[in-house]
Structure formats: structure tokens, C-alpha cells
């Protein structure tokens, strides 16, 4: 039997080498998705009070994991809710005030006013009747001169009365003037507004949690006096979960907003998380140091926010993560 020619066996090895490497290149595991670097971002709010005031309850500790909308922390309001029912006394007030100019006059007070200028016209009636007949008599050389004065003074005091009493009635009869209505309303919207006031900063000493999330630190005490604005509570929010990725300006138009992600995780190798592209920086930015890679050490890369699915609540803040980015066209 003939031996094969070294030809022959070339031919055999290279064919068998090209089978093989054609099997690795249909097996391997594709190797073009996509892989981008970052960490979980650190969302933190530090909670206060907007007034001043002892701390009455503080119902939360270090580590309690809290709800949008639970209470945390109260303020004695003793002061605050006096503050409220003066501010409502005084709007109840102003509203009756308003109420009264509007109504006008009571017919009673109306009534009363036209009686009153039929007095004065009678006492004006009287005082000029008088006058004249001391007139008459002073033309006579009956009376003295003393008596003609009076007479004239009187007389114009009972018209001058006559004239008072005209205009009080005119007054009772149309009712109170627009401007001072119109004054009265604007007394009433500021009682309105300081109530407004004060009910909101009875409302400012419960302290609620902005959103789901830990305590992260608790900074005060029961009993203790707090000024507005200094902090009680620091709370770490989780709902939504956020990262913070980058990818360089080659790949960028492989991302595009609302696509599909996964997420990955040293606490869950095996287990990736879903997620989804939510914003895509428009500047570039040079790689954050904290999630450099060799590859992109000293690249322009823009950055990309990932809202990531987190149902077991195991991805932690600042905690490095990949986000792996299909490639639609495999």
C-alpha cells in the first residue's frame, strides 16, 4: 500500500485546521455586546425641619428602611397651632367686616337718619322764623343788637346741622363707599394669607420622608432645640435606582434613550439586572477615575444615566456595576 505524499498530509493538517477554527468561530460567545463601567449613583437627602423647634418625637433609626410619606420626625406645636386659631379669629373677623360693608346700612340705622334730617330742617325751619321776627324788631329799635346776632348764629348753626344730617343720611341711603369695601377686602386677604402662614408651619414640624429609602444617619436627639434648616436626618433614597456609566465617542451611537440593558454586579455574577438607558449626556467628559478602565484611561467619554430594576434591593450605592449594550444587529 502507498504511503500518502507529505502534499497530501499538508492539505489533510490545513483542512483540519480550518474545520476547527470554522467550529470555535460558530461556538465562541459573541463577543460584541457591549460593555460600559460605572456605579450605582449616590442619592442622599439631609432632612430639617423649616421652622425652629424642640424635637418631640423622632420615630426612626439608623438602618430603618422607610416609605415615601412616612412619618419620621415631629416638632412640639402647641405654639404654632395657638398662632393658627389667633390668624383664624382674625380672618373670622375680617370676614364679617367685609360682610357688613357689602350688606350696607340696616334700614333701622336708615330710618334713623331721615329722622334725624327732619329734626334739623324743623330746628332750621325754627331758627330762621326767629330770625326774621328779630329782624323786624331790631328794624323797630325793639330788640338790641345782641339779640339779632344770636338770632343770625343760630340760625346758621340749625342749617349747618340741617347740612350734617342730609349727608349722613345720603350715606346710610347708598351704602358704604367702594373704596372702602375694596379696602376692607384687601384687610381680609392679608388675615387670609397669615393663616395661610401659620397653618403651613404647623404643617412644617412633621418631618416626612421625601421617598423610599434608609436611614443613613440620625443627627439629633429627642428634646433637643433645632434651628430651621439644620439637620435631623439623612436618608439614602433606592426607588428609582440609578447608575452613572460612560462609553466612548466610537460606540456612542450604539445607545440610544429607552433601550434595553443589562446590568451587571460582583453580588450577582450569575444573575444580571434589567435595565434601561434614561439620558445621554451631551458634552464629553474625561473618565471619572473611579470607573477607568485601561481601555478608556485617558478618552473623552459621555456620560450615561441607567435606570436599573432592582427588586431584592441588592444593588447599593456606589457599588462599581457593568451595563452590558446589545448589539441589535446579532
Known sequence: MAR???KTLLLGALLVLALAFTLYALTRPSDRNLVLHGNVEIRQVELSFRVEG????????EGDSVHKGEILARLDDDV?????????????????????????YRSEEVAQAEEQVRAARAQADLARIQLERIRN???????????????????RQSRAELAAAEQ???????????????????????????????????ADCTLAAPGDGIVLTRAQEEGAIVAAGSPVLTLTLRDPVWLRVYVDEPNLGRIRPGMAVDVLADCAPDKPFAGSVGYISPAAEFTPK??????????????????????DNMLRQGMPVRV??????S
Open 4 to 6: 500518502p505524499s507529505r
Open 54 to 61: 424642640r424635637i418631640a418625637r423622632l420615630l426612626v433609626d
Open 80 to 104: 404654632f397651632k395657638a398662632t393658627l386659631r389667633q390668624a383664624e379669629a382674625q380672618v373670622q373677623a375680617q370676614e364679617a367686616q367685609l360682610a357688613r360693608l357689602e350688606a350696607g
Open 137 to 155: 324788631m331790631h328794624r323797630q329799635n325793639a330788640t338790641s343788637q345782641q339779640a339779632l346776632d344770636n338770632a343770625l348764629s343760630a340760625a
Open 168 to 202: 349722613v343720611y345720603a350715606m346710610h341711603a347708598s351704602g358704604y363707599r367702594k373704596e372702602d369695601i375694596a379696602a376692607q377686602k384687601a384687610t381680609l386677604a392679608a388675615a387670609r394669607a397669615q393663616a395661610d402662614l401659620a397653618r403651613i408651619q404647623c
Open 290 to 311: 473611579n470607573v477607568e478602565t485601561s481601555e478608556v484611561r485617558t478618552s473623552l467619554v459621555y456620560r450615561i444615566r441607567v435606570l436599573a430594576q432592582d427588586p
Open 324 to 329: 452590558r449594550i446589545p448589539d441589535e444587529a
